[in-house]
Structure formats: C-alpha cells, structure tokens
C-alpha cells in the first residue's frame, strides 16, 4: 500500500495567487514527521516545512504552510503569493517512528507551473 | 558551511561495468542516506550511516550495491556489474544527529546512465 499519496501530477497557478498540494499518508505509527521538499529542474531537493505528527498548530515558513488535518491523514502544501521561482517538482515525505528509523519515504511528486 | 556535495554530477558506463560515487555530508552532520531516483518517481530510500556504522538497509539494495563510510565522513557507492535498470538519479543527504526536526539536506545528485 502506497504510505505516501500525492494525487495530483500537475498543477498550475498564476502568480501571486495561492496553489494547494495535496498530500494523504498512511501510518498506524503514533510518531511521525511530515516533510515538503521542492525539486527544481536542476535536481537538488530542497526543504522546505516540517510538521510533527504531536505538534498542536500547523507549520509555517515564510510563503509556506502545511494544512496537517491528523484524523483525515492529510498534510497539504499551501503556497501562497506564487512566484515564477516556485516552478518545480514538489514532494511529500514521511518519516515514521522517529528515532527509530530514519529514512524518507517520498510521493511521487508534483508538477507545479507558475504562469505570469 | 558548504552543502552536500557529490562526485561525479554525471556517469555514463555500459552495461556490466562497475561505478563508484561519491557523497561529501555537511561537516558537523553525523547521519548520511543514500537514496535512488527514477524518472517520474519519488527518491527511493537505499540506506543510511551514523557515523560509520550502517543502520539500515533497504531491501531494494542488492548484492552488487554497497556502500561505506569508513571514516564517519564522506561515503562511497558502489554498483557492481551494472544493469540498464540502474539508471537513475543517486541522491546522497545528511542531517545532524538528533535535531527536533530531523531535515535531511540532499546533494545536487549523481545521474547514472547504463547504456
């Protein structure tokens, strides 16, 4: 069973509007952690948010933001006032039992287009 | 402070040949990962170090895969006898021990091509 589900291949936004991604996960782990990374043409995954499976409040940094709704197993991206540098490849990620083990498990992405 | 950093950024061999990359972690971080990148797919995890101690395995890392970090500093991948279907994207990562976030900060990636 896929533990990280991004149903959307592609998506495009104008800029300066907002774009949701959409993210479900699977896990009967307690403890987890929740990543967003971005993926440009170049290769190189960048980090952008994190949300821990017992924070209280949704995580925030800068133009992002993560809708972590625990009891629907979702954790959407919200990217607001979307600039043309936000064209990429964005990823959800999840790491169970923290400390335990260590690895990502990833989406298979989504294609964000920023048009002017 | 300098990145991840991988060498080669690109690798073209012919089938059955043996390859060698290279991942050089961010200084102080002591956790490096390996993982494997298809067309279209997310990074597929291969295995990770503390220090030089290898924790953990995927099962997708057959016995022509290896990986060392004889030195808890830089690590190396090898392929053995490689196959067309190794043709992927090797992306190394890091990340400090412990942390109240556990980011992994990834390499610009090595592009392996079996031809």
């Known amino acids: 069973a896929q533990k990280i589900t991004q149903t959307q291949p592609g998506m495009f936004v104008q800029e300066k509007e907002a774009v949701t991604l959409d993210c479900t996960y699977d896990?009967?782990?307690?403890?987890?952690?929740l990543f967003w990374y971005k993926q440009p043409s170049s290769g190189e995954m960048i980090f952008l948010i994190y949300q821990g499976s017992y924070d209280q409040q949704n995580a925030t940094e800068g133009r992002y933001s993560l809708n972590f709704q625990k009891a629907r197993k979702s954790a959407n991206l919200v990217i607001s006032a979307s600039q043309l540098g936000d064209s990429a490849m964005y990823f959800c990620?999840?790491?169970?039992?923290?400390?335990?083990?260590?690895?990502?498990?990833f989406g298979t992405g989504t294609r964000l287009q920023v048009f002017p | 402070d300098t990145g991840v950093s991988q060498n080669p950024r690109h690798k073209i061999t012919k089938r059955g040949q043996n390859v060698t990359f290279r991942c050089d972690p961010i200084?102080?971080?002591?956790?490096l990962y390996w993982y494997r990148q298809t067309l279209g797919q997310g990074p597929e995890f291969l295995t990770y170090?503390?220090?030089?101690?290898?924790?953990?395995k995927s099962r997708l890392l057959s016995d022509r895969f290896s990986a060392e970090r004889p030195k808890g500093s830089f690590s190396t991948l090898e392929i053995q006898r490689t196959e067309q279907g190794d043709s992927a994207m090797y992306l190394c990562?890091?990340?400090?021990?412990?942390?109240?976030?556990?980011?992994?900060?990834f390499g610009p990636g090595t592009r392996l091509t079996v031809t």
């Open positions: 990562a890091s990340s400090p021990s412990g942390g109240a976030n556990y980011e992994q900060y």
């Open positions: 990620a999840m790491r169970e039992g923290l400390g335990y083990t260590d690895k990502l498990i």
């Open positions: 200084s102080e971080h002591n956790r």
């Open positions: 896990t009967s782990d307690p403890s987890y952690g």
């Open positions: 170090f503390q220090n030089e101690a290898q924790l953990e």
